[in-house]
């Protein structure tokens, strides 16, 4: 074992004892292209190396216990960027998904997908598929990559399935709740995350889960994504580790129900 492999797995075994670990943790993969002006490189440079904390994130996420991990890797927005950035990124995805589906298996991680993924190029879609295919049988860390994603695209669409439903005579306006709307989203088969974290030091939402986000912790680091590695992830797991999650009721209600 390498002094480093101990040392991590020393700070893990401090991480799981100090509190829970979140069971579903969702990032905002921001800073790519300042990251990349800082060292006069092209934006694609910050991306490139943005794979890597993927790389590193993936792993400790699955070592340490998390259950999901959703990683905004391509905002509906995003589309709107020049040509030639969206093409990068999509040639990366396609790489990185050849490269890694092997590990990932190996590391029994399952990959979902979320967001409008007959958008994405053929050969995107192809890998995906491919991806999913392989892994989908594994139990450990649930990857779900949001793609051609946003929040209001997603409740926009669940909108037009229930009323769809609703005209077809399945459903009742009446019996429309809640759950019955978590359900028509693409996150219905996965917890609402317990910790997001955004990188590079902004405070914003940016159209991610906006309807899972209710009662998430929010962290909000000043590391560029191409440098958050897995000591950044642990810190964010630590500060989460010393909140109180109310959900609306009062700190004296939180503490008697944990003693139910
Ligand atoms: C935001 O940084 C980052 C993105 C829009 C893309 C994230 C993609 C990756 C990390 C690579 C592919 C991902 C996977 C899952 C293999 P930005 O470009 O907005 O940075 P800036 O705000 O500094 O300009």
Known sequence: ?????????????ELKAG??????IAIIMDGNGRWAKQRALPRVAGHREGVNSVRDIVEAC???????????????ENWKRPQQEVSTLMRLLVKALRD?????????VRLTAIGEIDSLPRDVQ??????????????????????????????????????????????????????????????ADIPDPDLMIRTSGEFRISNFLLYQLAYTEIYISKVYWPDFRRKHLYEA?????????R???VSEQVKHLQTL
């Not at 509190?19 to 579903?24: D, E, K, M, N, T």
């Not at 699955?62 to 509906?76: E, I, K, N, P, R």
């Not at 890694?100 to 029994?108: C, Q, S, V, W």
């Open 237 to 245: 797991i630590r500060d989460y580790q010393k909140r109180e999650r």
């Open 126 to 187: 192809r890998e995906l598929s491919d991806s999913f295919e392989r892994t989908k049988k594994n139990t450990g860390l649930n990857l779900n990559l949001a793609l051609s994603y946003s929040g209001r695209w997603e409740i926009t669409s669940a909108a037009k399935k229930i009323a769809g439903d609703v005209a077809k005579g399945k459903i009742e306006i009446d019996n429309i709740t809640e759950s019955l709307l978590s359900s028509y989203m693409s996150t």
């Open 100 to 108: 890694e589906t092997d590990k990932l298996y190996k590391n029994n």
């Open 19 to 24: 509190g829970a670990i979140p069971q579903h």
């Open 247 to 249: 959900f609306g009721l």
């Open 1 to 13: 074992m390498t002094a480093r492999g101990s040392d991590d797995e020393v700070m893990q075994e």
């Open 62 to 76: 699955g070592q340490v216990g998390v259950g999901c991990l959703t990683l905004y890797a391509f905002s509906t």
